[in-house]
């Protein structure tokens, strides 16, 4: 699963009729950087249950849920936390329970406008509104801050229009 350019992922689903050896999941927590002292742990083995989850400061790192399908319906709410790279301190316990929606309200991650750099129109939006000066120094401002329309310049166009479209912030 890409997402962006400097924060990436990788997502792995598999399916088997019964639960897997001990040995592969085990393969599979090393390769995900979720075993020991550094990952939260959830098992339940009669159930072939097992999540785990890496914070990295306070934000989600890593996560891997196995077991039957409703026992892994929380990657969804999970990916997105992933993603933005917000704060998971505020889940705490939510982040190991096989829940369908997130305990609390996640923000809405928004339109992606810079695939390079993950930046989202909000933080664009957020940015616009702090900066001052003509288009061109806006542009260069969001440039600057945010990475973004600096790698392959797809996102220029929107960059420019979403400039275009906020009022300088002024002094």
């Given at each position: 699963?890409?997402?962006g350019r400097e924060r990436t992922g990788l997502l792995l689903r598999a399916a088997a009729r019964g639960a897997p050896p001990a040995e592969l999941l085990a393969g599979i927590d090393a390769h995900f950087g979720v075993r020991g002292a550094a990952a939260l742990?959830?098992?339940?083995?009669?159930?072939?249950?097992?999540r785990a989850v890496r914070l990295a400061g306070e934000s989600l790192?890593?996560?891997l849920l196995s077991g039957p399908a409703d026992s892994v319906v929380a990657q969804?709410?999970?990916?997105?936390?992933?993603?933005?790279?917000?704060?998971?301190?505020?889940y705490g316990k939510w982040l190991l329970l096989p829940s369908s929606r997130p305990?609390?309200?996640m923000p809405a991650p928004g339109h992606q406008v810079c695939t390079c750099f993950n930046v989202r129109?909000?933080?664009?939006?957020?940015?616009?509104s702090q900066t001052?000066?003509?288009?061109?120094?806006?542009?260069?401002?969001?440039?600057?801050?945010?990475k973004c329309g600096t790698n392959c310049g797809s996102c220029l166009?929107?960059?420019?229009?979403?400039?275009?479209g906020h009022a300088p912030a002024t002094a």
């Open positions: 699963m890409p997402f742990h959830y098992a339940d083995p009669g159930r072939g249950v097992r790192d890593a996560a969804g709410w999970l990916r997105e936390l992933l993603e933005s790279a917000a704060s998971a301190r505020p305990p609390r309200n129109e909000h933080q664009i939006e957020a940015e616009l001052e000066g003509d288009a061109d120094t806006r542009l260069g401002a969001l440039q600057e801050r945010l166009p929107e960059l420019r229009r979403l400039v275009r």
